[in-house]
């Protein structure tokens, strides 16, 4: 039984026993306006209340013209439909239509129209979206250890991944079935599906530090993509594959840390200095493979860039806010 389930039981009952104690008939309604209230996030909660609230305010008046033209007859919630759906897409709630179908079917069924019955259905929609919105408001379930975890996956794999590349310039006959990088992809993009539901729920001060480290490894995750199509063309054992093998295994532990450390940037450098001083390829294949390993740093410093860019904010915003926590404690 999910959260959410939870919170639509007791959205519903509250606006049921609001509704049964300001008199309302068939309070029961009520409970169904709340149970079409609870939303996942705490602004799409305010957006669709606010939509439907106003949409059946609109097929309200639209309904009730009808009715006081035509009469009650079966034929006239035809028309409701036919005419009264557009209007309300047209006014831009098209998320209250079911709403203010509930609304205006009340009316028909009391086949009756007064001030009296028009300010029911008012309160009874304030009754079932208010209560929806204040069990939304009250509490969201935190996602930070959900989002801790996926990283924790995103990086374990991302290390693998290094790995691997490391064991394939060692060896290029080692074969790798590649398995990490379809994980990663998945794992990423949850990631950025939770850090926008965290978002959602921060109404006033949105955090974005989740949605920048999950963007950050969506980026890189395509980096990577395209060092594996440069490492799938280097065919033939040289030094400079064993040289750039030790690159990706120090960054295989490098991935693991919260913080950018600089280290296989600085062995890069290093690297690509040692390239320059050693001389020139003396067969086509050594060419291209060392043409290959050329671009494969390239790529490598283009991952390593965004990771410098992305990495270091992210742990100074939190080194603030902890900062801040451990001062307010004091």
């Keep these: 039984m999910g959260f959410r389930v939870i919170k639509t039981a007791a959205a519903t009952l509250l606006s049921v026993l609001l509704a049964a104690a300001a008199g309302i008939p068939n309070a029961q309604s009520a409970g169904l306006l709340a149970i079409l209230g609870v939303e996942v996030t705490r602004k799409r909660s305010v957006k669709t209340i606010t939509a439907r609230f106003f949409a059946s305010l609109v097929g309200l008046f ?19 439909v036919l005419f009264g759906f557009p209007l309300i897409v047209r006014a831009g709630f098209r998320e209250g239509i079911v709403t203010s179908s509930v609304i205006v079917f009340r009316v028909f069924g009391q086949a009756e129209l007064s001030i009296h019955v028009l ?16 069990v939304n408001l009250i509490y969201m379930p935190k996602t930070g250890e959900l989002m801790y975890g996926i990283r924790r996956e995103v990086d374990g794999l991302f290390s693998i991944i290094f790995k691997q590349m490391s064991n394939t310039l060692h060896d290029p ?39 920048v480290y999950f963007y950050m490894r969506k980026e890189q995750l395509e980096s990577i993509q395209n060092m594996i199509q440069l490492l799938s063309q280097v065919y033939q054992h040289l030094p400079h594959g064993e040289m750039v093998a030790e690159l990706f295994e120090q960054l295989s532990n490098d991935v693991l840390n919260e913080e950018y450390t600089g280290r296989t940037e600085k062995l890069l450098n290093t690297l690509e200095q040692e390239f320059q001083e050693m001389k020139l390829p003396s067969s086509r294949e050594e060419f291209e493979v060392r043409s290959a390993i050329l671009q494969l740093c390239r790529e490598l410093a283009l991952y390593l860039k965004i990771a410098k860019q992305y990495k270091a904010p992210i742990v100074a915003r939190r080194q603030m806010a902890s900062r801040s926590f451990l001062a307010g404690r004091e």
Excluded: T
């Design 62 to 80: 639209f309904g009730c013209g009808l009715f006081w033209l035509l009469g009650f007859h079966y034929w006239v919630l035809c028309l409701f």
């Design 119 to 134: 300010i029911q259905q008012v309160e009874l929609l304030a009754i079932g979206l208010g209560s929806a919105g204040l």
């Design 173 to 211: 006959q080692y074969v790798w079935d590649g398995k990490e990088l379809i994980q990663a992809g998945s794992a990423v993009q949850r990631g950025l599906n939770a850090a926008a539901r965290e978002m959602e729920n921060s109404v006033i001060h949105p955090d974005e530090a989740w949605n």
